[in-house]
């Protein structure tokens, strides 16, 4: 069974830089079975999809993220990361990581909330 772990500091302040964890369990992230994505939801608003790294590594990135935002990973520890630079209130949000698997099925983690404040 596929399970996602979102893990990161919760509070942050404006400029400084989001760095989250998603902890994969129940399949390798380069076994070639799914696409790993970030997506959030801020207060109010739908989800927006982030950025995805494939399972040979390579990243996209919503355009509108693009300049701010950096997804990697770390094979060794079945993990895979988000980094969003020059964090403003408006990056306040729940934050999700997905596995969009071959199959067509999608694994969420639980969310984790970020709230970007002075």
């Known amino acids: 069974q596929v399970q996602l772990q979102e893990s990161g500091p919760g509070l942050l302040k404006p400029s400084q830089t989001l760095s989250l964890t998603c902890a994969v369990s129940?399949?390798?992230?380069?076994?070639?079975?799914?696409?790993w994505t970030w997506i959030r939801q801020a207060p109010g608003k739908g989800l927006e999809w982030m950025g995805v790294i494939a399972d040979n590594g390579t990243t996209y990135y919503s355009p509108s993220l693009k300049s701010r935002t950096s997804i990697s990973w770390d094979t060794s520890k079945n993990e895979f990361y988000l980094h969003v630079s020059s964090v403003t209130p408006e990056d306040t949000a729940v934050y999700y990581c997905?596995?969009?698997?071959?199959?067509?099925?999608?694994?969420w983690g639980q969310g984790t909330q970020v709230t970007v404040s002075s």
């Open positions: 997905n596995a969009v698997r071959t199959t067509g099925d999608e694994v």
């Open positions: 129940g399949v390798s992230i380069t076994s070639g079975q799914s696409a």
